[in-house]
């Protein structure tokens, strides 16, 4: 018998973990919210598998028509598959969702939190001032113009690799277009992050466990990485499935104005905005054509909807007594 | 807390020239040059060249830069690139001014729907219309701009003929109730979730179990005390919406055709036009760097028990 099973025997058998995962699953409604975001992400993952076309096949003999036995959710004004368009557009929104958070709030937002909270001084002024001018900018606006600016940087950069090396399809595959949306979303997906591990490790800096795993000479990383860093997981898992909703929608905005994913690669921004012209068509569109606006629309819907009742949720469990 | 003031108020400069700057760099790393998507793809080199010049853009980048913040510093912000002979000051000022008035005009939808919904939700809470109304805000507040503005343009403008479907024709129209529900309502369902959790942390209070106890009535303990306190931490909000006027509005200003700044900012950064959008990052970062302090400052003068450090 290990030691980590003689603890968890000592603790009456049940992890830390599995305590959390028997309350989440006590609310209903937030248990079923996750089983539709792991359906819907599951849809986008095993795309090639459940497409009933080819997202680029065009077939001007039927274009416009509702939902029927051969198109499930109808076809758009070139005759292409919607349902089909559909699951290829939450593949690129799983694989957004999945680099902005690893790249942008994980690693940057966690590290540069437990540094500037650790160690203070003048490491934590210029992080967190850096941060300031960051979230000074607003929003939307920040993100569109990091898009406009550094994408043809980015395309040139990658055919430049595409021509002295032997790697083909860089920007074709659409490798460009998730690049240029992480970078995008970069500056706004950390400091939020940040500013929550720092509080944490300002807090957690100075208790005695601390104190004395410095005492008995153990390394700064090993401190930050294994005494600290665990003690801010909950938090930070509160405050990613916050933000995952915002991300999906980021990119939304971000291919609506053409500035995202490329045609003819499907995303859910680049079905809304080729089927309301930039917005200009939207009225007629909704009442013309439902379905074309809104099979894209509830995905992001029901993503931004259930993330928000899991974090809710996720808070609850994790901080009972902050209600 | 005047020393804290100062300080904040030193730092705003220098936090203003770093964000001018990060316009300025984006400004050169930019593809396109602005004299050629000005004079169109015929025009000859030499041309191209004496706008350059003209423009001030074969100058190095600090140097330009310096002639902008010397420039601005006497109130001069320059010249639009795209809009020939317009100064960015009279290209963002009537726009201002009606993205100001939509903004107001969203608060106002809001508050009135989301302060009474919260503070209804916390006096019912333990029974189904709680977390009945938690839940139908949540769903408005997760409903994509993409879908409201279209429905509510269908059907209270194209099949009951209530309101205008589109256009601006200032605060006081018909036109402004459409964009104002559409931006209005998702910020009605932040302001359910923080009046309804401040109230139920007010209503915990021991000032409330006194005023019970003493025997005053439920109406002047609702309103007088718990919802006054309540209405506290919502401050922040409030500040934090109306700065966010640059973006924040920019789909609604897309489809309902209004011209406000979030739009021009947009044109902006498609056209290069540097200047303009240098001004408007300027007015957007210093909007909420005033609206951060004020609420700082406003805090301390309602609740005297906060201290600024």
């Known amino acids: ?87 290829w557009g939450i593949q690129t929104t799983v694989i957004i969702t999945a680099t902005t958070l690893i790249t942008g709030s994980l690693f940057l937002g966690v590290t540069m939190g437990l540094m500037a909270g650790y160690f203070r001084g003048w490491i934590d002024a210029v992080i967190m001032r850096i941060g300031e001018v960051i979230s000074a900018f607003p929003d939307i606006l920040l993100i569109i113009l990091l898009a406009a600016t550094l994408r043809p940087k980015i395309v040139e950069l990658a055919r430049a690799i595409e021509d002295s090396t032997n790697i083909t399809g860089l920007v074709s595959s659409g490798v460009v277009d998730y690049l240029v949306i992480g970078v995008a979303l970069l500056p706004l997906s950390w400091f939020g992050m940040m500013r929550l591990v720092r509080g944490q490790v300002l807090a957690l800096r100075d208790a005695e466990y601390v104190e004395a795993a410095r005492a008995i000479g153990t390394s700064t990383p090993r401190i930050l990485f294994r005494h600290i860093l665990p003690n801010v997981v909950s938090p930070v898992i509160v405050s990613v499935s916050f933000g995952i909703g915002a991300i999906a929608l980021s990119e939304v905005v971000l291919s609506f104005f053409g500035l995202g994913v490329q045609p003819p690669r499907p995303s859910l921004g680049v079905m809304i905005g080729e089927v309301t012209a930039r917005g200009g068509a939207s009225v007629s569109v909704l009442r013309d054509h439902p379905e074309q606006l809104l099979a894209p629309i509830i995905v992001v819907w029901l993503l931004i909807f259930c993330w928000n009742i899991v974090g809710d949720a996720l808070n609850d469990v994790f901080n009972p007594r902050a209600r | 807390m005047l020393v804290y003031i100062l300080r904040r108020l030193l730092w705003t400069p220098v936090l203003l020239l770093l964000a001018a700057f990060f316009v300025f760099f984006m400004g050169t790393v930019a593809p396109g040059d602005p004299a050629e998507l000005r004079l169109g793809n015929r025009a000859t080199p030499e041309r191209v060249d004496r706008l350059r010049e003209q423009l001030g853009l074969n100058d190095p980048l600090p140097i330009r830069y310096m002639r902008f913040i010397g420039n601005a510093l006497k109130g001069d912000l320059g010249e639009s690139y795209v809009f020939q002979g317009k100064t960015v000051t009279s290209l963002i000022g009537p726009r201002l001014l009606v993205s100001v008035q939509l903004n107001i005009a969203a608060s106002i939808v809001a508050l009135s729907v989301g302060l009474p919904l919260g503070f209804y939700a916390a006096k019912r809470q333990g029974t189904k219309t709680d977390p009945a109304i938690l839940i139908s805000m949540l769903i408005l507040y997760a409903m994509p701009v993409f879908f409201t503005a279209p429905f509510l343009i269908l059907f209270f403008a194209v099949k009951l003929h209530w309101v205008p479907a589109s256009g601006w024709n200032g605060m006081f129209s018909t036109q402004v109730i459409l964009p104002a529900l559409t931006i209005g309502i998702p910020g009605a369902a932040i302001f359910v979730r923080h009046m309804r959790a401040s109230t139920l942390e007010v209503i915990g209070q021991e000032y409330i179990r006194t005023a019970r106890a003493k025997g005053m009535s439920n109406f002047v303990i609702n309103y007088r005390h718990v919802a006054r306190n309540a209405f506290l931490p919502i401050l922040t909000l409030l500040g934090f919406t109306l700065a966010g006027i640059f973006g924040g509005s920019l789909i609604v200003e897309l489809i309902y055709g209004i011209p406000g700044v979030s739009r021009l900012s947009l044109d902006a950064i498609f056209q290069r036009d540097f200047p303009v959008l240098t001004a408007l990052v300027l007015l957007g970062s210093l909007m909420l760097v005033l609206a951060n302090l004020i609420i700082d400052i406003a805090y301390t003068i309602i609740d005297p028990r906060i201290r600024l450090k």
Do not use: C
């Open chain 1, 1 to 87: 018998m290990n030691t980590d099973s003689v603890t968890s025997e000592l603790r009456g058998s049940r992890s830390h973990w599995q305590q959390v995962w028997a309350n989440f699953r006590r609310r209903r409604l937030a248990f079923i919210s996750l089983v539709i975001v792991a359906i819907i992400y599951l849809l986008g993952i095993i795309a090639p598998l459940i497409q009933t076309h080819d997202y680029q096949e065009t077939n001007i003999g039927k274009t416009q028509q509702g939902p029927d036995n051969e198109n499930w959710l109808g076809t758009d004004r070139l005759g292409r598959d919607i349902y089909t368009r559909v699951v």
